[in-house]
Nanobody, 128 residues
């Protein structure tokens, strides 16, 4: 699986951005069979969980720090997962990564080590 993330940029606090992550999936497997997650990493900090869908879609999961502000969604026909980010704060500044997990179970969705494939990252900068 190859993941291509896009949509990052510079935005003022309170603004919005939408990130996209499009997957190239090997034949014989469907995009829907992968858990899809978004993580972020700020300078000097560890990579942290932001939001995810389990395999076969279903409900979404969020870090407490983004609940009510961020929304993850997926379009299986386009092999794409989105992260709509509203009410952005300076502390949301980070490189955002999308990830795909072939066997990720629900309880492991927040763990970056549970994902097999990673996109290249897209920078999000929120100015105060």
């Amino acid at each position: 699986v190859q993941l291509q993330a896009s949509g990052g940029g510079l935005v003022q606090a309170g603004g919005s951005l939408r990130l996209s992550c499009t997957a190239s999936v090997a034949s014989g497997r469907s995009f829907n069979s992968y858990a899809m997650g978004w993580f972020r990493q700020a300078p000097g900090k560890e990579r942290e969980f932001v939001a995810a869908f389990g395999r076969s879609g279903g409900r979404s999961y969020y870090a407490d720090s983004v609940k009510g502000r961020f929304t993850i969604s997926r379009d299986n026909a386009k092999n794409t997962v989105y992260l709509q980010m509203n009410s952005l704060k300076p502390e949301d500044t980070a490189v955002y990564y999308c990830a795909a997990g072939a066997g990720t179970i629900t309880s492991s969705l927040p763990n970056p080590q549970s994902y097999n494939y990673w996109g290249q990252g897209t920078q999000v900068t929120v100015s105060s």
